[in-house]
T-cell receptor
Framework: DAGVIQSPRHEVTEMGQEVTLRCKPI?????LFWYRQTMMRGLELLIY????????DSGMPEDRFSAKMPNASFSTLKIQPSEPRDSAVYFC???????????FGNGTRLTVT | GENVEQHPSTLSVQEGDSAVIKCTYS??????FPWYKQELGKRPQLIID?????GEKKDQRIAVTLNKTAKHFSLHITETQPEDSAVYFC????????????FGQGTELSVKP
């Protein structure tokens, strides 16, 4: 298995633009998580899905952030409009079940200027 | 709400010495406690995990202990090597909240040769 695949690896955009991050979880994994990592706030859980259904989005910073999982093999995290404070590394991760190890993708480094 | 506290934030040891990182959690329903290692510019990777029905687990130079009564767990690395230098994250998951995994703030371990 190729592991969790995220795209793009790097994204540089101007403030106000829409940003879409993509994730393909490991096949057969029922859980998908989106985390944001910054020096100041560490690894923050934004939202997670179980069987394509959003379970907890309490970590989503504000209405500018949205996430979808239209099928078991694809998820997106969208920021519209983007702001400089959104600059961070965004990780997608998946797991087989609720109590099993998380497998992280390589992350997307987002820079908003 | 649920919270995971991790200490110390930085740790410097001499090669060959032991390193200990400690975490506490707030919710007694937590039942799965993984540890992740993140090298600079890379994704977090699982190094060891422990479940609530076990008090200690060891894998070569790495061990984790869990005290459910006190709600704390620790990572022990013996005979440290320079390649152990990285940021280490503890985490706790809540099975009764659908598998939500919350991370500690991370410990930057530096092993000096």
């Amino acid at each position: 298995d190729a592991g969790v695949i995220q795209s793009p690896r790097h994204e540089v955009t101007e403030m106000g633009q829409e940003v879409t991050l993509r994730c393909k979880p490991i096949s057969g994994h029922d859980y998908l998580f989106w985390y944001r990592q910054t020096m100041m706030r560490g690894l923050e859980l934004l939202i997670y899905f179980n069987n394509n259904v959003p379970i907890d989005d309490s970590g989503m910073p504000e209405d500018r952030f949205s996430a979808k999982m239209p099928n078991a093999s694809f998820s997106t995290l969208k920021i519209q409009p983007s702001e400089p404070r959104d600059s961070a590394v965004y990780f997608c991760a998946s797991s087989l079940s609720a109590n099993s190890p998380l497998h992280f993708g390589n992350g997307t480094r987002l820079t908003v200027t | 709400g649920e919270n995971v506290e991790q200490h110390p934030s930085t740790l410097s040891v001499q090669e060959g010495d032991s390193a200990v990182i400690k975490c506490t959690y707030s919710d007694s329903a937590s039942n799965y406690f993984p540890w992740y290692k993140q090298e600079l510019g890379k994704r977090p990777q699982l190094i060891i995990d422990i479940r609530s029905n076990v008090g200690e687990k060891k894998d070569q130079r790495i061990a984790v202990t869990l005290n459910k009564t006190a709600k704390h767990f620790s990572l022990h690395i013996t005979e440290t090597q320079p390649e152990d230098s990285a940021v280490y994250f503890c985490a706790a998951t809540l099975l009764n909240q659908g598998g939500k995994l919350i991370f500690g703030q991370g410990t930057e371990l530096s092993v000096k040769p």
